[in-house]
């Protein structure tokens, strides 16, 4: 799945597409998802989720399935 996009909106660089994990917190629990294709500018950094990407992603979350693997997540306190 290769998408086009536009020039970065903050610098100006040329974005590319690139698979990355996102992390998200949906109604008070994490979930991580792989191979999110996400644009990438190679000048400054900055990321852009299209539609499309952000819908699939909130279809997943509200009726997740059944997960490809479990991970277990150390939690610290600061406090």
Not at 5 to 28: H, K, T
Not at 36 to 49: N, W, Y
Request: glycine content about 8%; proline content about 6%; aromatic content about 10%.
């Amino acid at each position: 799945m290769t998408h086009s996009y536009s020039d970065c909106f903050f610098c100006g660089g040329c974005v590319e597409e690139r698979l990355v994990q996102r992390e998200i917190w949906w109604e008070n629990r994490l979930f991580i998802v792989e191979k999110v294709p996400v644009g990438v500018c190679k000048q400054c950094g900055e990321k852009v989720v299209l539609p499309d990407v952000a819908k699939k992603i909130d279809g997943l979350l509200k009726s997740p399935g059944s997960p490809d693997k479990f991970i277990t997540v150390p939690v610290y306190s600061l406090a």
